[in-house]
Nanobody, 111 residues
């Protein structure tokens, strides 16, 4: 079974950048899709970005042009590069292959 572990969160000022990592282990070759979600306090979990094995990517309107999802095949890792961060990007970020979820990593955007 695939296991997913996120990392890379932290505190950053508005306008700053962070790169989140989603490391997969265990039969990762079967993963066809990775989604990044986020959940802010008191809000529903929101789909942020999607990577598929075919190479396609999709983004929520709120992050288009600022976030980039990509995969490093040599490391079985999917990244979420987040630029021009805003306070409203503050949330716990999770990755999932639509079967398994990681534990999440906190992103806080604040001055």
């Amino acid at each position: 079974q695939v296991q997913l572990v996120e990392s890379g969160g932290g505190l950053v000022q508005p306008g700053g950048s962070l790169r989140l990592s989603c490391v997969a282990s265990g039969m990762y070759f079967r993963v066809l899709v990775i989604d990044w979600y986020r959940q802010a306090p008191g809000k529903q979990r929101e789909l942020v970005a999607t990577w598929t094995k075919s190479g396609s990517t999709n983004y929520a309107d709120s992050v288009k042009g600022r976030f980039t999802i990509s995969k490093d095949n040599t490391k079985d890792t999917v990244y979420l590069q987040m630029n021009s961060l805003k306070p409203e990007d503050t949330a716990v970020y999770y990755c999932t292959d639509r079967k398994v979820w990681g534990q999440g990593t906190q992103v806080t955007v604040s001055s």
